[in-house]
């Protein structure tokens, strides 16, 4: 409903433009995006049938590994079949509350697999720093309730994100979002009222949750590498540190990328939009991609494993 002031009054649907300013070639682009999804698909599917498969890779390592595989096929999959829609078939219309329960689930995925690195950090500073009491520290009841208490957290955290537009925000200057899918500041900005406390709000998880899941990580690998750094055989310093090579790429990739995405799209008022949105996207695509491929390489169990998964062996 347009108001007599020219805004729109709780909008049911909303308008996905893609990216702002490629529309040209959007239909291009969706094609390196569809090939990167099939491949994290792939991967990441790769990864959970080899780890359910090996009963020696049921350790908390290769379990929480799984966990991290299954949310980047969630999180990739909520995202990309509506942007391909957008990209090839011209389907732009979103309704308004498919939208925020799409938001939602972006972040709470991407708050869960924050969790599950912080988790991968914890097993490795046990692992390295206290090897005696691993096995008694991270059983599998415990894996099961670090599962469940970080997906509640992400769920609980981000759900007042959707409750704040939903509730608060009630007249809209436009209903055209520029985006290829909801991200929760590209909703927020749509609003001809008082975004202050959902900036606030946003910014309040973005730290809570990724801003302390970071300053534990760091301070977890200062310890492992200070005891790493101690032991007196290069061999086992080797051994300790490869163990933990894979995790602090994806360490890398996930934090380095995902706060260039949130502080460009929130500070960076000088970056033409198409970068804000193509940034986005890759993030949210790329580190599905890469995650399998990197733990594939550097993880030996998993490498040797993968052979058997496609060759049988011969009978004779």
Not at 93 to 116: N, P, V
Not at 201 to 226: C, E, H, K, P
């Amino acid at each position: 409903m347009i108001n007599l002031n020219g805004t729109v009054f709780m909008p049911s649907v909303l308008t996905l433009i893609g990216i702002p300013g490629l529309e040209s070639v959007q239909f291009w682009i969706g094609i390196p995006f569809c090939a990167m999804y099939i491949t994290a698909l792939f991967g990441n599917s790769l990864l959970l049938v080899i780890i359910r498969s090996e009963r020696s890779l049921h350790e908390p390592m290769y379990l929480f590994l799984a966990m991290l595989g299954a949310m980047d096929i969630a999180l990739s999959t909520c995202i990309l079949p509506k942007m391909l829609g957008i990209f090839w078939f011209h389907l732009p219309k979103i309704y308004f509350d498919a939208c925020l329960f799409q938001m939602w689930l972006i972040h709470t995925f991407q708050c869960i697999e924050s969790g599950i690195l912080l988790a991968m950090a914890l097993d490795r500073y046990v692992a390295i720093c206290d090897p005696l009491r691993h096995a008694t520290i991270f059983t599998h009841q415990l894996l099961t309730q670090i599962g469940v208490g970080v997906t509640l957290r992400a769920a609980l955290f981000a759900a007042p994100c959707l409750i704040l537009i939903k509730c608060r925000l009630k007249h809209y200057r436009t209903t055209v979002v520029s985006h290829s899918y909801c991200e929760h500041m590209a909703i927020v900005k749509l609003a001809a009222e008082d975004i202050r406390i959902n900036k606030i709000y946003g910014l309040f998880v973005a730290f809570i949750i990724l801003g302390l899941d970071i300053v534990f990580i760091t301070l977890s690998y200062i310890r492992i590498f200070l005891t790493v750094f101690s032991l007196p055989q290069r061999e086992a310093r080797l051994k300790a540190f490869n163990t933990c090579i894979a995790h602090i790429c994806v360490f890398l990739e996930f934090y380095l990328l995902g706060f260039f995405s949130f502080f460009t799209h929130r500070f960076g008022f000088h970056i033409p939009p198409y970068i804000h949105i193509l940034l986005s996207n890759l993030y949210l695509l790329v580190l599905p991609l890469l995650n399998p491929i990197v733990y594939g390489v550097k993880t030996k169990q998993i490498r040797d494993r993968v052979p058997k998964i496609f060759y049988s062996k011969d009978p004779s």
